[in-house]
């Protein structure tokens, strides 16, 4: 283990569900981060928590609601999914200016 | 924000033979760069990186080169074997407070190394 860990691995959803992926990290780093991986596309930044706080979230549509309840977990709430939404989602982790990231496995997502 | 672009977006090549991978970017703040490898169904994983104060760095078979006039960096592989297959990504960090630590990634270049 790389020290971040996501849940579940795989996840298929239909489109009216409701779901959570769960990010963990126990590095002591405080800023936390959701990426969106498609095939053949690059690294999408979703969102970005520093200190439990959200600082940026990259034009991501309402159906995505991310969640920070403390320095070590970062959660990515789903509901109302599009087929277009199937893809690898990366959460990472970093202590700001110091060092590069330290990513999860992923969850990789399916909806149907 | 800082944009990262990155070349070749493939590349083969035979085992033993030398692979490149290069990246510009536009922030002239970027301070911190990088390299990201992701093996077929894995995480990235950070592999190499180089900071502003450096031109130059090598951990045994991978090195980067960084030209802060030219604002581009460079990953070199020696003696390459099949198992570096795999997708690169470069990235680099803007030195800006409200950026928090983030990282602009490329695209990123899927490396493939023939037996």
């Known amino acids: 283990e790389t020290g971040v860990t996501q849940t579940p691995r795989h996840l298929v959803m239909g489109m009216t569900n409701k779901k959570s992926l769960k990010c963990e990290q126990h590095?002591?780093?405080?800023?936390m981060y959701w990426y969106k991986q498609s095939a053949k596309k690059p690294l999408e930044l979703m969102f970005v928590?520093?200190?439990?706080?959200?600082?940026e979230n990259n034009s991501v549509p309402s159906r995505f609601s991310p969640e920070c309840p403390n320095s070590s977990h970062l959660f990515l709430h789903l509901h109302t999914l599009q087929p277009e939404d199937s893809a690898l989602y990366l959460c990472?982790?970093?202590?700001?200016?110091?060092?590069?990231?330290?990513f999860g496995s992923g969850t990789r997502l399916t909806v149907v | 924000g800082e944009n990262v672009e990155q070349h070749p977006s493939t590349l083969s090549v035979q085992e033993g033979d030398s692979a490149v991978i290069k990246c510009t970017y536009s922030?002239?703040?970027?301070?911190?760069f990088p390299w990201y490898k992701q093996e077929l169904g894995k995480r990235p994983q950070l592999i190499i990186d180089?900071?502003?104060?450096?031109g130059e760095k090598k951990d045994q078979r991978i090195a980067v080169t960084l030209n802060k006039t030219a604002k581009h960096f460079s990953l070199h592989i020696t003696e390459t074997q099949p198992e570096d297959s795999a997708v690169y990504f470069c990235?680099?960090?803007?030195?800006?407070?409200?950026?928090?630590?983030?990282?602009?990634f490329g695209r990123g270049t899927q490396l493939t190394v023939w037996p």
């Open positions: 990472a982790s970093s202590q700001e200016q110091h060092h590069g990231y330290t």
């Open positions: 590095l002591g780093h405080n800023a």
């Open positions: 928590y520093s200190l439990e706080e959200r600082v």
């Open positions: 922030d002239s703040a970027s301070n911190y």
């Open positions: 180089i900071r502003s104060n450096v």
């Open positions: 990235a680099a960090r803007p030195d800006r407070g409200s950026t928090l630590g983030r990282l602009y």
